[in-house]
């Protein structure tokens, strides 16, 4: 014999209290057809019949009298059991925040919240804009620090203006190029759609020269003059050997760019909101900081 399955029992007794299959989908939230297929699997793993169902209702056969009493005992002592260890789960926090919005820091920063209080578990996700944005969305996230170009419907708790800036290396010419070199992130950045959306759109030649995931990466390959980036204000502090490109260099207008901090679809808890606090002091004091000297 089949050990006996808890969802299937916690169905079977949802159909004896409310007296039909409908009802009793509502009190579990499932369909009427997937109500039935509960009560078949357990007939099956109980190997006798447990319901009479008639067009008017359902009732219990004897076998299902005695099996009810027995469903009743196993999700008492179930469920006594869940909460009991329910109680000693810590509270999750999933971070979810882009490559160049210091992502080195905020480990630093949220550490002594997580020493202080042994209850709270933080997981940092570090991924691409357009990964993050799907994630919080799917309430996969929490919290999320992310860029958003234009006016794009996100809802944030609180944002903050970054300009954007194309560079090169000084020694770089793209409008004597026929072929523009890039240097971007990989599929997924925001900045990457932008930048190939907008050279296409002027019917500009372009090639990826090269990719990084790293800002490390991205940076070093355009001080070396292998091709053009469109970065950040922030990505770009602390950097030389670069120069801010121009109109005369035939290069599209940059967007407005905003960073955004942002929560899931689920409501705020204790340890999220301790999360938000630090994330929004942080952002406060890095966005004093002096605009680019040489741009």
Same mark, same amino acid.
């Given at each position: ?12 007794? =949802? ?72 109680? *000693? ?42 990964? &993050? ?27 903050? *203006? ?16 026929? &072929?523009?070199?890039? &240097? ?64 005369? *260099? =035939? ?45």
């Amino acid at each position: 014999m089949a050990d006996f399955d808890i969802a299937l029992l916690r169905t079977f007794a =949802s159909v004896a209290d409310s007296g039909g299959f409908s009802r009793a989908g509502e009190r579990v939230h499932r369909t009427q057809s997937t109500i039935s297929q509960h009560i078949k699997k357990l007939e099956e793993q109980a190997g006798r019949q447990l319901l009479k169902r008639s067009a008017r209702a359902v009732q219990l056969t004897p076998d299902g009298e005695r099996m009810l009493g027995y469903a009743r005992r196993i999700l008492s002592l179930h469920d006594e059991a869940r909460n009991l260890f329910a109680e *000693d789960l810590p509270d999750l926090v999933r971070i979810g925040v882009t490559d160049d919005l210091s992502v080195e820091a905020l480990p630093q920063l949220l550490a002594p919240l997580a020493r202080a209080h042994r209850h709270l578990r933080l997981e940092l996700c570090c991924a691409r804009s357009q990964q &993050v944005r799907a994630d919080l969305e799917a309430g996969l996230l929490d919290v999320a620090l992310m860029r958003t170009l234009g006016v794009d419907g996100l809802q944030a708790l609180e944002s903050w *203006d970054e300009p954007l800036y194309w560079v090169a290396a000084p020694s770089m010419e793209p409008s004597q190029r026929q &072929v523009l070199d890039l &240097v971007l992130y990989p599929h997924g950045c925001l900045l990457r759609s932008y930048a190939l959306a907008q050279l296409d759109a002027q019917n500009r030649a372009w090639r990826m020269a090269y990719t990084s995931p790293s800002l490390t990466g991205v940076l070093a390959a355009v001080q070396a003059g292998m091709g053009v980036s469109l970065l950040s204000q922030r990505m770009l502090q602390g950097a030389s050997g670069l120069r801010v490109l121009g109109p005369r *260099d =035939s290069l599209p207008d940059t967007p407005a760019s905003r960073i955004v901090l942002a929560t899931g679809p689920r409501p705020v808890s204790w340890g999220a909101s301790q999360v938000l606090q630090l994330v929004r002091a942080h952002m406060h004091q890095a966005n004093e900081q002096p605009a680019l000297a040489w741009a």
